[in-house]
């Protein structure tokens, strides 16, 4: 399910900003050179290394001013207004103290709040980050203004496709799927001359060096020896200079932390902030997945008014409860009008989808169902894994009453006396080849 995205109000401008998780622990992530809320979730790995975050603390997101969801400015901020921005979203949130993770360029910034506002900072950590991004005297190892250059032209001539993926994601530079993700997500997080290249321009000029002795809270500093984006020695350079900061040294080949080493990073981070380290996965189970949504939802709401709409949405959501107990479903997850659960087997899965979708018929209420069945992670009391990507993707190609499910799910449910009508083969948003869907007939 998609965190709500809401807006704070930063001196007139507006900031969007999602929350998941309800840990003690507030842990405010700010993201590289771009970001897009609504588009993070897209992205199989982006969301699975946000959940991983939010099993351990109360896990803030947020788009910077000119960016993704929030407002667009005629002239991108300074660190300073940056700050503002994000003091502006933890006042929204009611979080007095956070720890904050800026990876990439977002780590500067996070380390000039520490240093500012130590009172409200309860931890430091800079992933893939750096303190000055271009080379200078006694930092030789920053970006020369010829590569800047170089990465300038690419913005102006190929933006719309998968700018800066070679160097960001060479693990995945050759899978197709998740080139054309990175290219949609950069489309929505920015336009090329107006967000993009300025952003960078300006991330070119930034230069924290002389305030890294005046960060005083506990702060954890993480980058890959293999890193083409940026070189591992600006890391390198911070832990010396920032008092008592714990450096980590990680092998994987991505700049993007959400990739090859998305599971140290999560863990290390937990450790860090909690002093324990728990598996990503405890295990990993087959399972089919349940998927429902109310068709219709926001047109619904509109007409009824809130009052009527909460009323409504209560009778429906114990509708699915009592169908859901009656047909030995496991509730994972609920976010508005849409449920995800799990069943040990998929014959009981489809029909506790078709008897939710009689359940909440009388209301005046039409549902669209997906099933799959898979391997999932099973990560504390939460499921997660492609599996229920996969089942989550199915449920949104569903007509209004409509229960879709995949090829697994069908062939698995030979001779339980249920039967299908081929739907084609489909594209899945973000899952990589077609597949193949059936209707339940009814």
């Not at 993070?40 to 790995?45: G, S, Y």
């Not at 984006?229 to 350079?237: I, K, W």
């Not at 009824?304 to 030995?328: C, I, M, P, Y």
Request: charged share 25%.
């Amino acid at each position: 399910m998609t965190p709500e995205t809401r807006y704070a109000s930063s001196g007139g401008v507006s900031i969007a900003y999602q929350v998941l998780g309800d840990a003690a622990l507030d842990l405010v992530v700010v993201p590289g050179w771009l970001s897009n809320l609504e588009a993070t979730w897209e992205d199989p790995d982006r969301d699975a290394f946000y959940r991983r975050l939010a099993q351990f603390s109360r896990l803030i997101l947020f788009d910077k001013r000119g960016t993704g969801l929030s407002d667009r400015v005629a002239e991108l901020p300074s660190l300073e207004v940056r700050m503002d921005d994000v003091r502006a979203v933890l006042d929204a949130v009611g979080s007095q103290r956070a720890a904050l993770c800026g990876w990439s360029e977002g780590g500067p910034m996070c380390a000039l709040y520490a240093a500012t506002y130590p009172q409200r900072t309860s931890a430091l950590i800079m992933v893939g980050s750096y303190p000055r991004m271009m080379a200078a005297p006694g930092y030789e190892f920053g970006r020369t203004q010829e590569q800047l250059d170089a990465l300038l032209v690419e913005i102006e001539h190929d933006w719309g496709g998968p700018v800066g993926i070679d160097l960001r994601a060479p693990s995945r530079s050759g899978d197709e799927a998740f080139r054309q993700r990175w290219a949609r997500f950069l489309r929505m997080s920015a336009s090329p001359a107006a967000a993009a290249a300025a952003l960078l321009r300006m991330n070119a000029q930034v230069d924290i060096r002389d305030l890294l002795p005046s960060i005083l809270v506990p702060t954890l500093i993480l980058h890959s020896a293999n890193d083409r984006a940026l070189r591992v020695e600006g890391s390198r350079y911070m832990a010396e200079r920032i008092p008592r900061a714990k450096y980590i040294e990680l092998q994987g080949i991505d700049h993007l932390p959400y990739l090859s080493d998305s599971e140290a990073i999560t863990g290390a981070i937990e450790e860090f902030l909690t002093g324990m380290r728990h598996h990503e996965v405890d295990d990993r189970v087959l399972a089919s997945v349940l998927f429902t949504d109310i068709v219709g939802a926001t047109e619904t709401a509109a007409s009824l008014g809130d009052k009527g709409w909460r009323d409504l949405l209560s009778r429906h959501h114990e509708a699915v409860r009592h169908e859901l107990q009656r047909f030995r479903g496991r509730e994972i997850d609920t976010a508005g009008d849409g449920f995800f659960a799990a069943f040990d087997g998929p014959a009981r899965a489809v029909r506790c989808a078709c008897a939710i979708g009689d359940a909440v018929r009388p209301l005046g209420l039409a549902l669209r169902a997906g099933v799959h069945t898979g391997e999932c992670e099973v990560i504390g009391d939460k499921f997660g894994g492609i599996a229920v990507h996969i089942g989550a993707r199915i449920a949104a190609c569903a007509s209004a009453g409509e229960v879709l499910v995949s090829r697994m799910v069908k062939d698995l449910v030979s001779g339980s006396g249920l039967s299908f009508l081929d739907r084609g083969q489909v594209s899945l948003k973000g899952i990589p080849g077609q597949w193949q869907l059936f209707a339940v007939e009814r």
